[in-house]
């Protein structure tokens, strides 16, 4: 079997798609740590799909194999009320090391480093970003199959299905602060400041502090004095709200939850705070990318833009050398799927891609006569708006304020249209997701996880969000 038939062969299983702006070489290394997980599970992920086409991309996970490393991890936690702090530490450890690794080069020395050398750099950057995940990547198997069985287990104490959302959103609120919720916070104590010197000093140390808050998996967008100074006119004072965390305290004692169920939210509330960490690690191991990607421009002049479609395989001495490098990374840009193994990459470019899209596309169900669909309810509320479909993040500039946002997940770079729209629909994630804590702290509606509303809806659309009974009605 040729590499074409072992990657076409494997749209027979079936996968849980996740779809944000993203890129091979910042992608693929964090990706790929969840073939990392046997020393802290016992078991691993064995393989992924990964497509990518003008820096919008898809991850694919194998649903059997969420599932099986889910129930392992759900089993880990039961055993041992210890094992997520304790594999995280580990975790944040295999990050601190892998960083300090890079500081150890200081980027004045770049341009003077030999071809060997910075070619061991390049690889430091890519491990780098594969540490942000390792023992972390055990994250999604936890958050992407446990929703519903918290879910499902709640209904046994809360019948009524709008009843039931409600509890369902309190009880899952986050009871730690995100980063979001401190970049704001620190905004806010920047705009009460009248002293103007005391106010442009503050404002460069928030740049120090947050200057890598808008990076995303397609590369990284410098944050700037002027950007800060935008943000300062716009910020408000609502931030973590204490009064929710003691609601959720008192529902979950009021409503005299099994033990298990308590141990699966307090899993759930710990994840959500590492998650959360972990997004910040891998957006400051971005932007290092990015820098050492910068240095690599120059020394081969090729555009970032198409160095982002750089993969393992490509990390040789023969990259300093390669006259079709060029042509090939272009080609990627314009369409790739990479199905990885632990150690090997099947990359599939030109005709080959567009068949693959072409299978994927007559594998999904029709979707022109849904009228109505439903999802998980993250956030109360019932909205009717205009639909804005984003999928690129140069989307989000469409959305207007009372528009309806449609995703297949949000990330904080939408931030901006999720402060306009009405609501927000996802195709995808948990009640752990940045879409759901974003849309609770907001007090917006918000229905996730929904699969198909990227597909369903269309620009111009007017819908109903009734998120209290999780469902999306197409209005006209």
């Given at each position: 079997m040729n590499q074409k038939e072992i990657a076409f062969e494997q749209l027979q299983k079936k996968w849980y798609p996740q779809g944000f702006n993203c890129t091979p070489f910042l992608l693929i290394p964090p990706g790929s740590s969840g073939f990392d997980l046997k020393p802290c599970l016992g078991d691993t992920f064995t393989h992924f799909l990964y497509e990518f086409k003008n820096d919008f991309g898809k991850m694919y996970y194998d649903l059997d194999e969420l599932n099986h490393l889910g129930t392992i991890v759900r089993s880990k936690i039961k055993k041992d009320k210890q094992f997520l702090i304790k594999t995280r530490k580990q975790s944040d450890l295999n990050y601190s090391?892998?960083?300090?690794?890079?500081?150890?080069?200081?980027e004045l020395q770049w341009p003077s480093l030999s071809k060997e050398e910075f070619l061991s750099l390049i690889q430091k950057a890519m491990y780098l970003?594969?540490?942000?995940?390792?023992?972390?990547?055990?994250?999604?198997?936890?958050?992407?199959?446990t929703d519903v069985m918290i879910k499902n287990m709640l209904s046994q104490y809360v019948k009524e299905p709008s009843e039931l959302n409600k509890v369902l959103t309190i009880i899952s609120t986050p009871t730690k602060r995100s980063f979001l919720h401190e970049m704001e916070e620190d905004l806010f104590t920047i705009s009460q400041i009248n002293?103007?010197?005391?106010?442009?000093?503050?404002?460069k140390e928030h740049l120090a502090r947050f200057y890598w808050v808008r990076n995303t998996y397609a590369g990284r967008t410098k944050l700037t004095l002027k950007d800060i100074e935008n943000e300062l006119k716009t910020i408000s004072s609502n931030f973590h709200d204490s009064a929710k965390i003691e609601k959720k305290s008192?529902?979950?004692?009021?409503?005299?939850?099994?033990?298990?169920?308590?141990?699966?939210?307090?899993?759930?509330d710990f994840i959500t705070d590492w998650q959360d960490k972990r997004k910040k690690d891998i957006f400051i191991a971005i932007d290092i990318a990015e820098r050492v990607l910068e240095e690599l421009s120059q020394r081969i002049n090729i555009e970032v833009a198409n160095l982002r479609y750089l993969s393992y395989p490509d990390i040789t001495l023969s990259l300093f050398t390669d006259k079709t490098l060029p042509q090939t990374l272009t080609e990627r840009r314009n369409g790739v799927v990479f199905y990885t193994l632990p150690e090997k990459e099947i990359i599939l470019t030109g005709k080959e891609y567009l068949e693959f899209r072409e299978r994927v596309e007559r594998k999904e169900k029709p979707t022109q006569q849904i009228k109505k669909f439903s999802g998980l309810t993250a956030s109360l509320g019932t909205a009717i708006g205009q639909v804005k479909v984003c999928k690129l993040l140069s989307d989000i500039r469409k959305v207007k304020e009372g528009d309806i946002l449609v995703t297949s997940m949000t990330r904080p770079?939408?931030?901006?249209?999720?402060?306009?729209?009405?609501?927000?629909?996802t195709d995808e994630g948990g009640i752990t997701s940045h879409a759901a804590i974003l849309a609770r702290e907001m007090k917006k509606p918000c229905i996730i996880g929904t699969k198909i509303?990227?597909?369903?809806l269309k620009d111009g659309m007017t819908v109903q969000v009734k998120a209290n009974h999780g469902l999306i009605q197409i209005i006209e």
């Open positions: 090391k892998a960083l300090q690794q890079i500081k150890n080069i200081p970003l594969r540490s942000c995940g390792l023992y972390g990547h055990i994250i999604e198997p936890f958050s992407l199959t002293n103007e010197k005391e106010r442009k000093q503050r404002i008192e529902l979950i004692q009021q409503l005299r939850l099994n033990p298990e169920l308590i141990l699966l939210l307090e899993a759930s770079e939408f931030l901006p249209a999720m402060e306009k729209a009405a609501a927000f629909i509303a990227t597909q369903v």
